[in-house]
């Protein structure tokens, strides 16, 4: 079965300081993976995806995430947290013999303080 | 650019009632299009994703239905709400190439009493 596994319910950071939100993978054949970020009772926004090609992959917001095939994770990441940055976030793997949907992970709650 | 459109985003509804959540995408043609449901804040569930229309498939059996009567219209349905069919449902759409994200509607949040 196809899964995503993000470990931490969640993870505080101080502001100025840089944060790491973990995600695991399990799928067959090549990943298409993705990150996602969630504000109260609002719908996701896409971040970042991994596709193919450099196992570092911009995104938005100043956020950032690495591939690595080896230990099959795509953690996000971001050199300076920001008190704004708090909010929850979803790594996803897309599975295209299935309509293309998305599976997710629990989640991980990001707090930053100041 | 392409939008998407999700109304209401809050309904109260009493146990039994019918329910209908509906969806739209605008800028874009033969999208595939997605319902999901987050119970208590986290985890999202996917009830239905189409690829055409008329296409539905299903992802959990319970007592909702989905349709797609039209290209960029997605609708979510019920007869007789259920207590536990409470939570935020999500509507998303996505380009059917490889690649492509999904995108996210705004959300409705749910509340059967």
């Known amino acids: 079965a196809q899964s995503v596994a993000q470990p931490e319910d969640q993870v505080n950071v101080a502001e100025g300081n840089p944060l790491t939100v973990k995600c695991t993978y399990s799928?067959?054949?090549?990943?298409?993976l993705f990150w996602y970020v969630q504000y109260p009772n609002r719908g996701l926004q896409f971040l970042l995806k991994?596709?193919?090609?450099?196992?570092l992959v911009k995104g938005s917001y100043g956020f950032e995430a690495e591939f690595n095939k080896s230990q099959t994770s795509f953690h996000l990441k971001k050199p300076s947290a920001l008190v704004s940055d708090s909010a929850l976030y979803f790594c996803a793997v897309r599975i295209y013999n299935q309509g293309g949907k998305l599976i997710f992970g629990q989640g991980t709650e990001l707090s930053v303080k100041p | 650019s392409q939008t998407i459109h999700q109304w209401p985003a809050t309904l109260v509804q009493p146990v039994g009632s019918p329910l209908s959540l509906e969806c739209t995408v605008e800028?874009?043609?033969?999208?595939?299009l997605y319902w999901y449901r987050q119970a208590a804040g986290r985890g999202l569930q996917l009830l239905f994703y189409?690829?055409?229309?008329?296409?539905i498939s299903s992802e959990v059996p319970q007592n909702l239905s989905a349709s797609r009567p039209q290209d960029r219209q997605f609708i979510l349905s019920s007869k007789k709400l259920l207590l536990s069919d409470s939570g935020f449902y999500l509507c998303?759409?996505?380009?059917?190439?490889?690649?492509?994200?999904?995108?996210f509607g705004n959300g409705t949040r749910l509340t059967v009493t």
């Open positions: 799928v067959s054949g090549n990943p298409y």
């Open positions: 991994y596709i193919t090609g450099d196992n």
């Open positions: 189409s690829v055409g229309i008329g296409q």
């Open positions: 800028g874009t043609s033969n999208p595939n």
């Open positions: 998303a759409w996505s380009a059917p190439a490889e690649g492509s994200p999904l995108h």
